[in-house]
Nanobody, 127 residues
Protein backbone atom coordinates (compact mmCIF):
# COMPACT_ATOMS: atom_id res chain seq x y z
CA UNK A 1 0.00 0.00 0.00
CA UNK A 2 1.35 3.39 -0.99
CA UNK A 3 1.89 5.85 1.81
CA UNK A 4 2.83 9.51 1.59
CA UNK A 5 3.81 11.20 4.82
CA UNK A 6 4.32 14.96 4.94
CA UNK A 7 6.35 16.78 7.55
CA UNK A 8 7.87 20.18 8.15
CA UNK A 9 4.80 22.32 8.63
CA UNK A 10 4.43 24.79 11.44
CA UNK A 11 3.92 28.39 12.46
CA UNK A 12 6.09 31.05 10.86
CA UNK A 13 6.03 34.83 10.63
CA UNK A 14 5.37 36.59 7.36
CA UNK A 15 8.54 36.74 5.30
CA UNK A 16 9.86 33.53 6.80
CA UNK A 17 10.66 30.17 5.27
CA UNK A 18 9.74 26.53 5.72
CA UNK A 19 10.71 23.32 3.98
CA UNK A 20 8.13 20.60 3.65
CA UNK A 21 9.08 16.99 3.05
CA UNK A 22 7.02 14.09 1.79
CA UNK A 23 8.34 10.56 2.24
CA UNK A 24 6.86 7.88 0.01
CA UNK A 25 6.67 4.14 0.48
CA UNK A 26 4.79 1.16 -0.90
CA UNK A 27 5.80 1.40 -4.54
CA UNK A 28 8.69 2.60 -6.64
CA UNK A 29 9.05 6.36 -6.18
CA UNK A 30 11.21 7.54 -9.02
CA UNK A 31 8.91 6.88 -12.02
CA UNK A 32 6.06 9.10 -10.82
CA UNK A 33 5.22 12.77 -11.02
CA UNK A 34 4.87 14.25 -7.56
CA UNK A 35 2.79 17.28 -6.66
CA UNK A 36 2.03 19.60 -3.79
CA UNK A 37 -1.43 20.99 -3.20
CA UNK A 38 -2.90 23.11 -0.42
CA UNK A 39 -6.29 23.73 1.09
CA UNK A 40 -7.20 26.76 3.16
CA UNK A 41 -10.28 26.79 5.42
CA UNK A 42 -13.45 27.15 3.38
CA UNK A 43 -11.62 26.83 0.07
CA UNK A 44 -11.06 24.09 -2.44
CA UNK A 45 -7.79 22.22 -2.62
CA UNK A 46 -5.52 23.97 -5.09
CA UNK A 47 -2.40 23.14 -7.03
CA UNK A 48 0.89 24.50 -5.72
CA UNK A 49 3.74 22.76 -7.56
CA UNK A 50 4.65 19.58 -9.38
CA UNK A 51 7.82 17.85 -10.58
CA UNK A 52 8.23 15.18 -13.18
CA UNK A 53 9.92 11.88 -12.59
CA UNK A 54 13.47 12.91 -13.53
CA UNK A 55 13.27 16.49 -12.15
CA UNK A 56 13.77 18.02 -15.58
CA UNK A 57 10.40 19.71 -15.54
CA UNK A 58 8.56 21.59 -12.82
CA UNK A 59 5.39 23.64 -12.70
CA UNK A 60 4.16 26.21 -10.19
CA UNK A 61 0.97 28.04 -9.45
CA UNK A 62 1.31 31.73 -10.28
CA UNK A 63 0.73 32.61 -6.63
CA UNK A 64 3.90 30.83 -5.50
CA UNK A 65 6.18 31.20 -8.53
CA UNK A 66 9.50 32.68 -7.53
CA UNK A 67 8.92 31.97 -3.83
CA UNK A 68 8.49 28.18 -3.68
CA UNK A 69 10.77 25.48 -5.08
CA UNK A 70 9.86 21.83 -5.55
CA UNK A 71 12.56 19.19 -5.69
CA UNK A 72 12.91 15.45 -5.24
CA UNK A 73 15.51 12.96 -4.12
CA UNK A 74 14.70 9.65 -5.75
CA UNK A 75 17.35 7.86 -3.70
CA UNK A 76 15.49 8.92 -0.55
CA UNK A 77 11.96 8.50 -1.95
CA UNK A 78 11.25 12.06 -0.88
CA UNK A 79 9.85 15.19 -2.46
CA UNK A 80 10.41 18.63 -0.97
CA UNK A 81 8.76 22.02 -1.09
CA UNK A 82 11.01 24.90 -0.09
CA UNK A 83 8.82 27.88 0.75
CA UNK A 84 10.26 31.37 1.12
CA UNK A 85 8.82 34.85 1.59
CA UNK A 86 5.76 33.28 3.15
CA UNK A 87 2.63 35.39 3.45
CA UNK A 88 -0.54 34.96 5.53
CA UNK A 89 -2.40 33.89 2.39
CA UNK A 90 -0.10 30.85 2.20
CA UNK A 91 -1.74 29.51 5.37
CA UNK A 92 -3.25 26.13 4.55
CA UNK A 93 -2.93 22.40 4.96
CA UNK A 94 -0.33 21.24 2.45
CA UNK A 95 -0.67 17.83 0.79
CA UNK A 96 1.72 15.88 -1.36
CA UNK A 97 0.38 13.54 -4.01
CA UNK A 98 1.55 10.98 -6.55
CA UNK A 99 0.14 10.28 -9.98
CA UNK A 100 -1.25 7.03 -11.31
CA UNK A 101 0.92 6.51 -14.38
CA UNK A 102 4.73 6.35 -14.46
CA UNK A 103 7.29 8.11 -16.60
CA UNK A 104 5.23 11.12 -17.55
CA UNK A 105 7.28 14.07 -18.72
CA UNK A 106 4.52 16.50 -17.74
CA UNK A 107 4.24 17.70 -14.13
CA UNK A 108 0.45 17.83 -14.17
CA UNK A 109 -1.55 20.29 -12.08
CA UNK A 110 -4.80 18.34 -12.39
CA UNK A 111 -6.01 16.82 -9.12
CA UNK A 112 -7.74 14.01 -11.03
CA UNK A 113 -4.34 12.77 -12.25
CA UNK A 114 -3.17 12.12 -8.69
CA UNK A 115 -4.16 8.85 -7.12
CA UNK A 116 -2.27 8.82 -3.82
CA UNK A 117 -2.41 11.60 -1.22
CA UNK A 118 -0.75 12.25 2.09
CA UNK A 119 -2.57 13.25 5.25
CA UNK A 120 -1.39 16.86 5.06
CA UNK A 121 0.72 19.17 7.17
CA UNK A 122 -0.46 22.52 8.53
CA UNK A 123 1.36 25.69 7.56
CA UNK A 124 0.34 28.85 9.39
CA UNK A 125 1.83 32.23 8.51
CA UNK A 126 1.26 35.04 10.97
CA UNK A 127 1.27 38.70 9.97
Amino acid sequence: QVQLIESGGGLVQAGGSLRLSCAASGRAFSPYVMGWFRQAPGKEREFVAAINWNSLRTDYADSVKGRFTISRDNAKNTVYLQMSSLQPEDTAVYYCASVRRPYSSTPTRQKADYIYWGQGTQVTVSS
